[in-house]
């Protein structure tokens, strides 16, 4: 079969094609985007016609998914690890009602933060829903292990939780093809008991699934995922995912004769695990993210042979890499320490030309004349309004979060209130809080910085492209009161004028300042002229 040079994010498109989906579905998010754009991108995912769009959010992503399942096909479903928390409900619900095509979840987390406003651990959702967990160690084995999640997750009747993390959806590495399936028939499940999750139901399939556990763990004791690389002495480790390839590396660099438990299916294969544990006094657990895992073995008393995050073996926060990972193994050379000084660091700038940059420089020109400034911010390129020379916003917390926030605070008192915030996470979820401030008449002043594009992600379609004024009027913003202006240098008069008025209003205003992302234009410019 054919080899390529994959990124993971790749190697997990391919690999879904080539296991036979019918769709994918994925609201944009770092570092899961590059899924989704693979399968949009492929010929061989249009020949075949499977079904891909950006959903509105990652609940609505998953909820069609569940539908494509139910449906009897299989379905991919791809967001980044902040984004399983939007489809949070989704997500456990579907693990009480099971599916009935492959489901595969794919969740790519940020240790590290390198974009996301925090580092939460997948697996530790995976465990709260009592669902399998796979978490591949290398490209080649995220492409195998795709294959094997779909079979996984038909022959369980359960969605199967998919973990990566950032080095590994961006890094490159030689990935080799398996034959391709074909799609499943259309096959809707006749099980209506399965997925009405009546009380009656929910309970039955509560207990079905708990029942499930003991398979699932028996599938993780022979699982390809899992398993022992012999070494000797009293020393040992427990690699988690990512964090397998990150010991192995150091291992074969320093030739060290060192016992290996690699993990990379939950839930833990327990009899592989006290085989291991039993044999040695001393055992590092490398885990990517939270010391989940190390927590669990330790036990309440604080086991003391387990070493890792908890005591300060590894760091507590942050990625882990071959460097750390030597350090805890105890190795001195600084073979894993030299950064390489083509790597310089970057720090994060809106773009020249941005229009969101006209934007605050309207909104700092009128809060000169105010001697408070509460500009409740949200996540998109615009959150770098935080930085200088705008210092222009004061929070950001999650998607969406600006206008419920600027509602509770002018609820509060507080006035102006007022929210920034973009198209794409507009429609993502700030449309149900600005109902909700409609309903409430909360004076708030919604500046919707509409570049027409999900541009932080790479320029993904945004769902209220062209549609942002009549949603707001559907919802019941008063027509006077939804304003627009475009963000140029030569309006900053004019739409300062137009921010003014609606800052005084004391109730909902929607002020949409529409001008294309920059980028995405001159993307789309070079598109046009290759053709
Ligand atoms: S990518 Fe687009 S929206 Fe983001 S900073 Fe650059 S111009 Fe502005």
Redesign the pocket.
Known sequence: MDTQLLLGAEAIALAAIDAGISGVYAYPGTPSTEITEYIQQSPIARQKGVHSTWATNEKTAYEAALGMSYAGKRSLVCMKHVGLNVAADAFLNSAITGVNGGMVVVVADDPSMHSSQNEQDTRVYGKFAFLPVIEPSNQQETYDAIRYAFDLSEQQNLPVLFRVTTRLSHSRAVVKQQPPREENILNPSKEKRKWILLPANARNNYQQLLEKQTTLASLSEQSFLNKTIAGNGTKAIIAFGIAYNYVMEVKQAENLDIPVLKISQYPLPDKLIKEFTDKYDDILIAEEGYPAYEEYLKGYFGNKKFRGRLDGALPRTGELSPDVVAKAMGVESDTFRTIPSIVAGRPPM??Q????RDVFDALNAIFAEYPEQHVFSDIG?YT?GALPPFNAINTCVDMGASVTMAKGAADAGLHPAVAVIGDSTFTHSGITGLLDAVNDKSAITLIISD?STT??TGGQDSAGTGKLAEICKGIGVEESHIRTFVPLKKNHDENVIILKEELEYKGVSVIIAQRE????ASRKKRQENKK
């Open positions: 809106l773009c030309g941005c229009s969101h390129c770098l570049n541009a932080m992302c920059v980028q995405t």
